[in-house]
């Protein structure tokens, strides 16, 4: 297989994103290498996601893409894995029967062997295992940024929010012990990342199967010891779980970043009840309010439901009326699809489809709105943005620069003079700017430079991109949500298909096309 070239295609949330990197990690260790731009892959995986039903369709649609492909060269291998493939199991070959390999969730780092094996029996290989077998952190990563990383703290989930379908695919949640994930966090320090961002399905949860109750706010401050380490960031958190010692320890970290991605789903007390969502819209303002009180230049984000079963005019009344109340930086808006299996899927009062369409658009302007409002208010503000790759689309078009302030907002700046020669500002720096004009989703800052720092991460990068290395291998479809879901785009403004690996938070797109 040596010198076979590989390509991982990912759908959805920051777990599957950070997956993929786990996934070519694999491959690469197993001899793969990663396709040249332009080029066919010898062997392309597909990392699923299952939160939403067009989700299915555009894994199939890619997949009917490839056939050509693969007939034309049998030689050729398609893996399918993530939640989808552990929710649909047999039915993909079924519906795609060029498919040589079928994997789930629990057993990502099979994925060589049932490659190896599929080509060696000529015969596709369909393996889903119930349970975790090896925790995903504990395999070789390809990462895609060298400034920005993933650390997992947790997979699986233990809540039953009744819309959702992640518990019955990733199971229940289990932790990582603090001393693993602060060795990750400190060896990726050392490679160069100045970024971190702590993920699970619900990191306020985090330590209670380690019974150890206050271990998500004493990782925090862990993270601020971490010499070297300047941003630290955490998706996604649940309401109910969000405790004043985060609050206390976020605000008292400095290297904790000033943002929050904080799902709501709803703001009807009676809605977020039949979504098995054990708070109420007065405790979501109330942890608002406070993360405000600690950190008043916090960007809060969110994601919602529209279209619930049930929902009436007077209960997506109550999610507007919040959502102006708080004010939020940007929110992933979702039309309410039923997942199979799942307890909303059972339930009486479907929404008509027309009346679900016309909620989403309302709450979408209303939350551009609101996002524009806020952005606009940064007009004139100096921010510290770390510069990253691939994030603005029109770069090379306008000149431009991109990066990610330390509230997680997308800039993108115009760098003139000798700082814009090639090379001299590298993604990784850090450089100070003022904000000149604020869009619906991004910050534009044409002003002069006020500084440039030039950091390990621009020296790993610069280092990479002379091996020939430095830039995503993997691409993104699209993430969003508080680690669920995803066609919501991050990594753009207001584009599609970008992945969000090289940045800690979904972006402030308020709402996806793809769900429109
Ligand atoms: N329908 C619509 N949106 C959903 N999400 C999760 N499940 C569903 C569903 N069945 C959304 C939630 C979650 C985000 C990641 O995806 O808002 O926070
Ligand atoms: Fe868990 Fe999030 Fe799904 Fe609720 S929405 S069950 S918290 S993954």
Known sequence: MSGRSYQVRTFGCQMNVHDSERLAGLLESAGYVPVAEGSDADIVVFNTC?????????????????????????????????CLAQKDRSVIRDRAPWVDVVFGTHNLHRLPVLLERARHNAAAQVEIAEALEVFPSSLPARRASQHSAWVSISVGCDNTCTFCIVPSLRGGERDRRPGDVLAEVEALVAEGALEITLLGQNVNSYGRSLGDPGAFARLLRACGRVEGLERVRFTSPHPRDFTDDVIEAMALTPNVCPQLHMPLQS????????????????????????????????????DIIVGFPGETEADFADTLDLVRTARFAGAFTFKYSPRPGTPAAEMDGEVDPAVVSERYER?????????????????????????????????????????????????????????????????????????????????????????????????????????????????????????????????AAAGAGRPAVALGMPTMRPSSPASR
Not at 55 to 60: M, Q, T
Not at 267 to 289: C, H, N, Q
Not at 394 to 422: F, I, N, Q, W, Y
């Open 267 to 302: 703001g009807s007390d009676a809605v977020l009840r039949r979504m098995r969502r054990s708070y109420r819209r007065d405790r979501f303002l109330g942890i608002v309010e406070r993360v405000r009180a600690a950190m008043p230049d916090a960007a809060i984000t969110t």
């Open 363 to 491: 709450l979408a302007s209303l939350q551009d709105e609101m996002s524009w409002a806020g952005n606009r208010a940064q007009v004139g503000r100096q921010v510290e943005i770390l510069v990253s790759e691939g994030e603005g689309r029109k770069d090379s078009e306008t000149g431009r620069l991109s990066g990610r302030a330390r509230d997680g907002r997308l800039v993108h700046l115009l760098v003139t003079g000798p700082h814009a020669e090639d090379g001299v500002v590298r993604p990784g720096d850090v450089i100070e700017t003022v904000v000149t004009r604020g869009a619906p989703h991004h910050l534009t800052a044409d002003g002069p430079l006020l500084s440039h720092r030039r950091t390990r991460a621009g020296d790993a990068w610069e280092a990479a991109r002379s091996r020939g290395a430095a830039g995503d291998r993997t691409t993104g479809e699209g993430t969003a949500g508080d680690g669920t879901a995803g066609e919501g785009t991050a990594g």
């Open 50 to 82: 299952a939160v939403r039903e067009n989700a299915d369709n555009r894994l199939y649609g890619n997949l009917g893409h490839l056939y050509p492909a693969k007939k034309k060269n049998p030689a050729m291998q398609i893996a399918v894995g993530g």
